[in-house]
T-cell receptor, first 108, second 117 residues
Framework: GIQVEQSPPDLILQEGANSTLRCNFSDSVNNLQWFHQNPWGQLINLFYIPSGTKQNGRLSATTVATERYSLLYISSSQTTDSGVYFCAGYNYGQNFVFGPGTRLSVLP | DSGVTQTPKHLITATGQRVTLRCSPRSGDLSVYWYQQSLDQGLQFLIQYYNGEERAKGNILERFSAQQFPDLHSELNLSSLELGDSALYFC????????????????FGAGSRLTVL
């Protein structure tokens, strides 16, 4: 099955800083999503992005499907951005595979 | 509110007991997925149902079982509970497994936190 790697595993930022999180897949995927798990455990869908670039406020994501990776950009980070960011990939006939996550801590 | 409803939110029980977790998918979603997240761990896929039928099985223990009912809600049954079963159990739903773009976008419920003492 698909293997998913995420980097970095941990990230500490000062409020206002920018960051880039990366997700690598061992094989091509038909569906790719980014999720944020907040400190209360809720999993929030950030982006559905099998290819291309999308932006939502201070967050944007880019997936280069041919090279099997995706990037999540967080600009002007806020303390509420803290939590764990997961990427997940899906292929027809298989199932969603989640990466191990990047734990982000934004300090005031 | 994601539209995926999970109950109960919290559950404390003893080893050896049995519990049932319930999930109602978003309106219009036919697929339901169950995931387990132990403390500081990633998300482990347990099982998927599509329109009442089991579609895929992951690392689900034999002590665990699930089903999806005609009204599309799903239940995850955990029996002979052990301390190590303490975890967050998430349900997610999607439109289905068709190849249409976006048909498999996952939406998660708030989770059920199980504590086994």
């Amino acid at each position: 099955g698909i293997q998913v790697e995420q980097s970095p595993p941990d990230l500490i930022l000062q409020e206002g800083a920018n960051s880039t999180l990366r997700c690598n897949f061992s094989d091509s995927v038909n569906n790719l999503q980014w999720f944020h798990q907040n400190p209360w455990g809720q999993l929030i869908n950030l982006f559905y992005i099998p290819s291309g670039t999308k932006q939502n406020g201070r967050l944007s994501a880019t997936t280069v499907a041919t090279e099997r990776y995706s990037l999540l950009y967080i600009s002007s980070s806020q303390t509420t951005d803290s939590g764990v960011y997961f990427c997940a990939g899906y292929n027809y006939g298989q199932n969603f595979v989640f990466g191990p996550g990047t734990r982000l801590s934004v300090l005031p | 509110d994601s539209g995926v409803t999970q109950t109960p939110k919290h559950l404390i029980t003893a080893t050896g007991q049995r519990v049932t977790l319930r999930c109602s998918p978003r309106s219009g979603d036919l697929s339901v997925y169950w995931y387990q997240q132990s403390l500081d761990q990633g998300l482990q896929f347990l099982i998927q149902y599509y329109n009442g039928e089991e579609r895929a099985k992951g690392n689900i223990l034999e002590r665990f079982s699930a089903q999806q009912f005609p009204d599309l809600h799903s239940e995850l049954n955990l029996s002979s509970l052990e301390l190590g079963d303490s975890a967050l159990y998430f349900c997610a739903s999607s439109v289905g497994v068709q190849s249409a773009s976006g048909a498999n976008v996952l939406t998660f419920g708030a989770g059920s936190r199980l504590t086994v003492l």
